[in-house]
């Protein structure tokens, strides 16, 4: 313990500057994806019949290897953040996707009935009624893409885009199991703190009549 301890001190500057690299990646890419997964899944509960196809696609980008799709991209967007980004963005549609979609037509349809009688929109019944009560499958899904993303951005490294995978990849290199871990344990720690603050998210903008 003591090695890895002096490893920490001796690279904490590296270590700072990777993991507020990491930091970006993985937040960066999370807003992203819920900006795209979101509406998408919306779009997606009302036309039932075109739903399988998107979340097959996103599917299908889940089942490729998540190394081999950072170098599918480099010849497209070549080496650094975007390209980065743009592999984390596709591996966290899938949870965000399928968790929308599956959220909202969970929903009880004697409740839409219900404000479809009292005379409520579409919209109305979308965002009072749908929504909230998908709420928990949705917040879900985006702790489980969170989590995700966190993990896969140490592959950010091999295309030149920084991270704590940076700090691993460099332990690896040198036989340094004190660098490996100083480079994992603050990737781990970040995962479960997201999960956390998700968590506490998911708790507080759940309405009362759910949580009970």
Partial sequence: MQVFFDTVITRQDLIIQRAIEHLYLS??????????SL???????????????????????????????????????GIGTITALVALIIYALLPILRNTYTGINSVDEGIVEAGEGMGMTSRQILWKIQLPLALPFIMAGIRTATVLTVGVATLATFVGAGGLGDVIWRGLQSWNNSLVLAGAIPVALMALFFDFVLKLVEKKVTPKGIKS
């Fill in 27 to 36: 937040f960066a890419a999370i807003l992203i994806a819920v900006a795209i």
């Fill in 39 to 77: 509406p998408l899944g919306i779009y997606i509960s009302k036309r039932k019949k075109v739903a399988e196809y998107y979340i097959g696609v996103t599917a299908v980008f889940q089942t490729i290897p998540s190394l081999a799709l950072f170098g599918f991209l480099v010849p497209f967007l």
